[in-house]
């Protein structure tokens, strides 16, 4: 068999060899899965009471990478466990450490997405101000945001990084390193792909509201739908259908989406840094009560205003 052939017999097997690698390495998938229920537990207590609306504030640089980390872990974790699984059967062991070490390779290169889009926030911020403020220009670039990750799903680059994600057993036969530390290095490797196949829906993760528990969940779902379902063209297109579906009425701002507090609506304070972690509790929140009400003890008639 020549080598093109032997590359379309691994195409042609898909996600087969993964599948079959999760059922053989239950244990492995279950680890995988406890740390992702962990990290969407501990991701939900962190940004409780914070603002979840579009172009949310990303806090400190220390916190920001911490929460990151575990969101990648969060979300991601599921997406590439057969992968990982698949590779743990290829190299004929039942010990963790390799596994987890081709795990911690694959978040690494998401932690470096994660600086650079703080970096680029931060850079933004600077030479634009309130520029992208939502009751300015944010809503509309955040729209067009979303239809940039529509049309990228449809490009041939999407499709070839896509394509190594959903045909773990080539790239794992062809990027094959031996030892822990070549664990982590196609770990790292294995993330690059999924970074070229998976940015666009982050960068709408920004857009939609970085600090939304429920909009990491739609953006998961998607990773998970197009990486995992059998059907290659249904993944692409479907991917491709949801993210304009959410543009017209948040680029009005008009709150019908869940988790996307549009500022200055009322629904949710805007998040300030404060020294221990950058977020503003809700709880903390002051809200002054007219002289009336507080001598009184009673609502104040309507109209009177504070002394």
């Known amino acids: 068999m020549t080598a093109t052939a032997h590359e379309q017999a691994l195409e042609r097997g898909g996600l087969t060899p993964a599948y079959a690698a999760a059922r053989a390495r239950l244990g492995l998938i279950a680890l995988l899965l406890a740390l992702a229920a962990v990290g969407w537990w501990w991701t939900a207590r962190e940004m409780q009471d914070m603002d979840g609306g579009p172009w949310s504030e990303l806090g400190t ?30 190299k004929n062991t039942q ?12 978040l690494l290169v998401w932690s470096a997405v994660g600086l650079l889009a703080y970096a680029l926030a931060r850079v933004g911020s600077q030479l634009f101000g309130d520029v992208l403020a939502w ?3 944010g809503r509309w670039v955040g729209g067009a945001t979303l239809l940039a990750a529509a049309a990228y799903e449809l490009t041939p680059l999407k499709d070839v990084c896509l394509g190594k994600c959903r045909t773990p057993l080539g790239f794992l036969l062809g990027s094959w390193r031996d030892g822990l530390s070549g664990a982590t290095r196609m770990g790292v490797r294995h993330g690059a792909w999924c970074v070229g196949c998976c940015w ?4 709408s993760l920004f857009a939609l509201g970085v600090m939304s528990v429920v909009w990491m969940a739609v953006i998961a779902g998607l990773i998970a739908f197009e990486m995992l379902i059998p059907w290659r063209g249904v993944a692409t297109f479907g991917t491709a259908g949801c993210a304009p579906r959410s543009r017209p009425a948040h680029a009005r701002g008009s709150g ?26 809700r709880s903390r929140v002051p809200r002054p009560k007219p002289m009336a009400a507080r001598l009184a003890g009673a609502p104040p008639p309507f109209g009177l205003t504070a002394a």
Do not use: C, E, I
């Open 200 to 203: 666009a829906l982050m960068a």
């Open 61 to 90: 640089v220390a916190w920001f990478l911490g929460v990151w980390v575990v969101m990648m872990a969060a979300m991601m974790f599921p997406s590439v466990a057969p992968t990982v699984a698949l590779y743990s059967k290829l």
């Open 135 to 137: 009751d300015r220009a």
């Open 95 to 106: 010990a963790l450490g390799a596994p987890l070490l081709f795990a911690a390779g694959y």
């Open 256 to 281: 019908r989406h869940p988790g996307a507090d549009v500022p200055g609506d009322g629904s949710m304070p805007q998040m300030n840094q404060s020294p221990r972690v950058g977020r503003t509790p």
